[in-house]
């Protein structure tokens, strides 16, 4: 598999020597109102994200609507609903794709989906769809990968529960679907995942194994995780957002709320911009301040022809003398002219 190093969706470069790009999961937090997703698109735009991100799905294509205990959820954030259920109460109407589409097109801020079967992925090709992303529990679902890849687009693929084999794979069918913008983001499909689950520093693993970029699906619930991933190569943070996360919805509970999502597009740029490159030169900022730096001084009156000593020659700041490095060489030599105490010391004021 021979994956591009820079993947491009809507004209914004994501790789290396790119600031982290951040994806705003709108998810199931419209809560049943086109007005709340439009809200959140608006907050999204004014916090600084790249990208909003939708899911596109229907009950009847994503599960069957039954009543036997493999479609009951037992536990955790959705206890007592059948999957049906579920995803009847959190999928986004179909029929509200084209005019949220069209108000983040109108704001520019890029809008995208997560097709969850062949015809989600074809009503987003009706809407010009710049990029696709596949949900972790459909990373092992290689005929959607397959269809979705074949459009063309940059691909974003979610690794929550995937085992290695499993991630080859979707990259494998990414691929041979003709896939050559592909990013893997590392996730924990845990709602939400504690940051000990995380372990970070799969990151660089992955990019060495599958050749290609690597992003971070965050379900922590503060910043901390998308973040540190910066430092570890991380080039896309995905974290669901929401307009307040007690607002009762399926995943607002687990999601960033205005201030958090600012901070969060702020942060990791500047984690980026602090990555820098190796540098081992002098800065700007510290120019002004290399001054109090330490130095060698008189820190007695030295007559000409006395020695100099650990009593009369000190290292302490500012930095206008010689360095400290010179002190031993200087002692037991002889001053050549009369010294007056706090002067800086340079070689001219020194018998040689």
Not at 34 to 51: F, K, P, Q, V
Request: glycine share 8%; hydrophobic share 40%.
């Amino acid at each position: 598999m021979a994956f591009k190093n820079t993947v491009t969706i809507n004209g914004r470069t994501l790789g290396n020597g790119h600031p982290p790009y951040i994806i705003a999961e709108l998810s199931a937090n419209h809560n049943g109102s086109l007005e709340r997703a439009l809200s959140i698109i608006d907050m999204a735009h004014r916090c600084g994200a790249d990208a909003i991100k939708l899911q596109t799905y229907k009950a009847d294509t994503i599960t069957f609507d039954s009543d036997k205990e493999d479609f009951q959820i037992h536990g955790g954030l959705w206890d007592g609903k059948t999957l049906y259920e579920l995803y009847e109460w959190a999928h986004m109407p179909w029929d509200w794709h084209k005019p949220l589409f069209e108000h983040a097109r109108k704001l520019g801020i890029t809008i995208f989906s997560s097709p969850f079967d062949d015809t989600a992925v074809d009503l987003l090709e009706d809407l010009g769809a710049p990029a696709y992303k596949i949900a972790s529990f459909e990373a092992i679902d290689l005929p959607l990968i397959r269809y979705t890849a074949s459009t063309g687009k940059p691909l974003i693929i979610s690794t929550g529960m995937a085992t290695e084999d499993e991630i080859q794979e979707a990259a494998a069918a990414a691929a041979d679907a003709g896939c050559q913008e592909l990013v893997l983001l590392h996730c924990v499909s845990g709602y939400p995942a504690p940051a000990e689950d995380y372990n970070l520093r799969t990151l660089t693993d992955m990019m060495d194994r599958y050749n290609c970029l690597v992003g971070l699906s965050d379900h922590t619930i503060d910043n901390a995780a998308a973040i540190a991933s910066v430092a570890l190569g991380a080039c896309l943070i995905e974290k669901h957002v929401t307009l307040d996360r007690k607002g009762g919805g399926p995943d607002d509970s687990f999601s960033l709320e205005p201030d958090d999502l600012k901070m969060l597009c702020e942060s990791s740029r500047t984690a980026w911009q602090a990555l820098g490159s190796v540098d081992y030169s002098r800065k700007a900022s510290e120019v002004g301040n290399a001054k109090f730096r330490r130095s060698l001084y008189a820190v007695k009156n030295i007559r000409k022809g006395e020695p100099f000593t650990l009593e009369n020659v000190r290292s302490i700041r500012p930095g206008f003398g010689l360095a400290p490095k010179h002190r031993e060489e200087i002692l037991g030599k002889s001053a050549a002219h009369d010294i007056e105490a706090g002067t800086a010391l340079n070689w001219d004021l020194i018998e040689h």
